[in-house]
């Protein structure tokens, strides 16, 4: 979602990998999220397989479904509803499951779901819930609970809201009680109104500055992902997280092969070992977000298990909404009110 890197990080990390790449010649190109892999795993491919890791990141979801339009990756990470718009617009090809044994470990219950009903084109890679981050030390307990209080005057100018449309107005929605993945325009309207609303009371719009801002308290509170605020309340341990009582959206962000893909047996070896034990375990332990790889799970403390914010409950999923993909004149309708709230 979520996970934003420097471009320039971002460059230097595929140009040190393309350096130390296999004798070989062989290559596979991997567009993820900023922040979203244990770069120790990019090395350990390399020196397994002789095939270089040529990495690049993306901050949102319409940046990677625009980048493709022009550029050819082998693996790409999207989230649901980009993965289903995808496989709509025919951007992403079958997948090959015999070549992807390590398939079978992750967990039937975040398979076969809506955005991708026959599970023909997309390998669970994490999965999580966007709620409130918040410093603890200085935002009171009586104003927790709710999305509001990224609306709440007694904050202004110390809380943010997401730099994506999709996240600002999919939580916004929730607030006015209407659903994430409404086709309604009236209540499309009323969303972006909130928003626009508010501005006063965000110090700004953000992705990546977020996780910069908060540990730091140059912010008191924002939306977030659950597996950043992990990290962040590492950074600082008077951050706390909360899923909203009005619900949130639940995500799955997935490993694809687009259709224009150069390099597909190395994609699936690439796919493949992500989903092996080991490197499922070490990735989860380094970005913080939840697992759908079954025997990371089993092999979990039951501390982790059981913390809501590392494993949202099985409440906050029945709660929460997936998002889906919406008909092309609601995501122009998107686009159109987007630049209207930044105007």
């Known amino acids: 979602m979520k996970k934003n890197l420097a471009l320039a990080l971002s460059a230097l990390?595929?140009?040190?990998?393309?350096?130390?790449?296999?004798s070989s010649g062989e290559v596979v190109n991997v567009y993820?999220?900023?922040?979203y892999i244990d770069t120790d795993l990019l090395q350990q491919f390399e020196d397994e397989t002789g095939i270089h890791v040529v990495y690049n990141t993306f901050e949102t979801n319409e940046g990677l479904y625009s980048r493709l339009q022009?550029?050819?990756y082998d693996v790409v990470i999207p989230s649901d509803y980009m993965i289903s718009r995808m496989i709509n617009e025919g951007m992403l090809q079958k997948l090959d499951f015999g070549n992807i044994p390590n398939y079978s470990l992750i967990d039937s219950k975040y398979t076969h779901l809506d955005y991708d009903p026959e599970q023909a084109y997309s390998v669970p890679y994490t999965w999580g819930a966007v709620g409130i981050v918040y410093n603890s030390k200085k935002v009171d307990a009586a104003d927790l609970g709710s999305w509001d209080i990224l609306w709440n005057p007694k904050y202004a100018g110390q809380t943010a809201m997401f730099d994506n449309s999709r996240d600002a107005l999919g939580l916004t929605l929730k607030l006015l009680g209407y659903s994430q993945n409404t086709t309604s325009k009236d209540e499309l309207r009323a969303a972006a109104d909130k928003i626009i609303e508010?501005?006063?009371?965000?110090?700004?719009?953000?992705?990546d500055q977020i996780l910069e801002k908060l540990p730091n308290e140059e912010i008191l509170i924002a939306p977030y992902y659950n597996g950043d605020a992990v990290t962040m309340m590492e950074d600082n341990p008077d951050l706390s997280f909360y899923i909203p009582k009005e619900g949130t959206n639940v995500f799955v962000?997935?490993?694809c092969i687009p259709t224009n893909a150069k390099n597909v047996e190395n994609a699936e070896k690439f796919i493949n070992f992500m989903c092996s034990t080991e490197a499922a375990a070490a990735n989860a332990d380094y970005i913080g977000y939840s697992s759908p790889q079954r025997e990371v799970f089993e092999?979990?403390?039951d501390a982790v298990k059981n913390d809501p914010i590392h494993y949202?409950?099985?409440?906050?999923?029945?709660?929460?909404?997936?998002?889906?993909?919406?008909?092309?004149?609601?995501?122009?309708?998107?686009?159109?009110?987007?630049?209207?709230?930044l105007r």
């Open 312 to 341: 949202p409950s099985e409440e906050t999923i029945a709660h929460g909404e997936t998002f889906l993909n919406l008909p092309e004149n609601i995501n122009e309708y998107y686009n159109e009110l987007w630049t209207e709230i």
């Open 198 to 207: 508010g501005k006063d009371n965000f110090q700004g719009f953000w992705m």
């Open 13 to 22: 990390l595929a140009l040190s990998l393309a350096a130390c790449g296999g």
């Open 253 to 255: 962000d997935a490993m």
């Open 70 to 72: 022009s550029e050819s």
């Open 32 to 35: 993820n999220w900023g922040e």
């Open 299 to 301: 092999q979990l403390d």
